[in-house]
């Protein structure tokens, strides 16, 4: 098992946000670029595709890409499932998929390396990353759940796998850390800002 494909989410429009979150100020960068430099920092990825929707030429300016492919979703609006399939087109025949968020700084390479190196001693149909009780991502899809991933639509449609499967096909993979926080609102946008020591730069609209 040593083909695994990092799929990162990054399509998202924002709709309760007010605007395109990838482009947020975090630290001495925008959000989704800090994302995706831990995310190339991992070892067990062999290849890795960041699928961009919302305000992609603004987001991809912002980003200095080392390893990680652009793939487009012209769909997004549809939800995150259509970003997902937009993901699993372009990874091809591979071992199993591994899904990431644009918009959930805190999953660090060390972390990604440990969920995948668990896998790979025990590899089931599917996996979870369990933080202490509480699951997230990244998930892990093998290739014999691709077919199942293509059902997919809308938001969440994941979870959809996660709820109904036993966990003999859908592991948990725990890790010794906190669940990080997505960013959907503002906020949780300050929240993570102060829980990385970063000045909030970024004003609400309207606000």
């Known amino acids: 098992m040593s083909d695994l494909v990092g799929v990162v989410l990054g399509a998202g429009s924002s709709r309760r946000l007010g605007r395109p979150k990838q482009t947020l100020t975090f630290g001495d960068q925008t959000l989704l670029s800090h994302v ?3 995310i190339e920092g991992t070892q067990s990825l062999a290849r890795i595709y960041l699928v961009l ?3 992609s030429a603004e987001a991809e300016a912002s980003l200095s890409l080392e390893r990680a492919h652009i793939v ?3 769909t997004y609006g549809s939800g995150c499932a259509s970003s997902l399939l937009a ?3 372009a990874a091809g025949e591979c071992d199993a998929i591994v899904m990431l968020l644009g918009d959930m700084p805190g ?3 060390a972390i990604v390396d440990e969920v995948m190196a668990e896998w790979r001693r025990n ?3 599917a996996a979870v ?3 202490r009780g509480e699951l997230g991502h990244p998930f892990i899809f093998s290739a014999a759940a691709f077919d199942d991933l293509r059902q997919l639509h809308g938001d969440k449609a994941v979870w959809k796998i996660v709820d109904r499967e036993p966990m003999t096909r859908v592991a948990r993979i725990a890790v010794d850390e906190a669940l990080p926080r997505d960013i959907d609102t ?3 946008y300050r929240a993570v800002c102060e829980s990385f020591g970063f000045a909030v730069i970024e004003d609400e609209p309207g606000g």
């Open 36 to 38: 995706m430099g831990d």
């Open 53 to 55: 929707g919302g305000g």
């Open 72 to 74: 487009r979703n012209e």
């Open 87 to 89: 993901g699993l087109d």
């Open 107 to 109: 999953v660090s390479p």
């Open 123 to 125: 590899p089931t149909w």
């Open 129 to 131: 990353t369990d933080y």
């Open 186 to 188: 503002w906020d949780d």
